[in-house]
Nanobody, 124 residues
Framework: EVQLSESGGGLVEAGGSLRLSCAAS????????IAWFRQVPGKEREGLLC????????DYADSVKGRFTISSDNAKTRVYLQMNDLNPEDTAVYYC?????????????????WGQGTQVTVSS
């Protein structure tokens, strides 16, 4: 069974940093592309970054460029989202998702597997 589980969310002051972790199991980690999305209640889910099986990554959201980075640890089957210089507009539930054909895409419907999400709240 494919499972994704996010952790590392919480409350942080503006200007602070958090590192989210996505633990993956139930599939060959090196075959899937993994992306991070976020969603604010009442708004559409926003694609942030994605990492290919070969480690190459792609940014989708201008709002986080230069502040957020994605990385993976194949040995630990984890993908990380390092978030720096956080601001209140970054407050959202953050999700990781797995794309089974190994290709990154901003289209959330292409991702077959999702974690349960982790809440990030940034105070001003």
């Amino acid at each position: 069974e494919v499972q994704l589980s996010e952790s590392g969310g919480g409350l942080v002051e503006a200007g602070g940093s958090l590192r989210l972790s996505c633990a993956a199991s139930g599939f060959t980690f090196g075959d899937y592309a993994i992306a991070w999305f976020r969603q604010v209640p009442g708004k559409e889910r926003e694609g942030l970054l994605c990492i290919y099986p070969n480690g190459r990554n792609i940014d989708y959201a201008d709002s986080v460029k230069g502040r957020f980075t994605i990385s993976s640890d194949n040995a630990k089957t984890r993908v990380y989202l390092q978030m720096n210089d956080l601001n209140p507009e970054d407050t959202a539930v953050y999700y990781c998702a797995a794309q089974t054909d190994g290709r990154c895409t901003i289209a959330d419907y292409r991702y077959a597997y999702w974690g349960q999400g982790t809440q990030v709240t940034v105070s001003s």
